[in-house]
């Protein structure tokens, strides 16, 4: 199973950028989808995450910023950001936890896509 994602770049702060994450693969079954996010100098943080039975979860300062959904059918996950901050800029990491019968239950991340928001 491979991530891809795709979205970031930059932004003008209060801007709005689609970050998108799609899992390819064969016989595979999506559990979590999350978004990370690393800024420089800071270890890496949950920025929201999607269960599959739809329930979300935002790490407070997104908290009604951010969106994160997931469409079953094309096994992609999107992260909406509204009004975005310079605090905001990092490079965001999609992850999955996935079950294949191959490799059982595990995690799984995208490459980062770098986002930032400077005027």
């Known amino acids: 199973v491979q991530l891809q994602a795709s979205g970031g770049g930059l932004v003008q702060p209060g801007g709005s950028l689609r970050l998108s994450c799609a899992a390819s693969?064969?016989?595979?079954?999506?559990?979590?989808l999350a978004w990370y996010r690393q800024a420089p100098g800071k270890t890496r943080e949950l920025v929201a995450s999607?269960?599959?039975?739809?329930?979300?979860n935002y790490v407070y300062s997104v908290k009604g910023r951010f969106t994160i959904s997931g469409d079953n059918a094309k096994n992609t996950v999107y992260l909406q950001m509204n009004s975005l901050k310079p605090e905001d800029t990092a490079v965001y990491y999609c992850?999955?936890?996935?079950?294949?019968?191959?490799?059982?239950?595990?995690?799984?991340w995208g490459q980062g896509t770098l986002v930032t928001v400077s005027s």
């Open positions: 992850n999955a936890v996935i079950f294949t019968f191959s490799a059982g239950l595990r995690d799984y």
């Open positions: 693969g064969s016989n595979f079954s999506i559990k979590t």
């Open positions: 999607i269960s599959e039975g739809g329930n979300t």
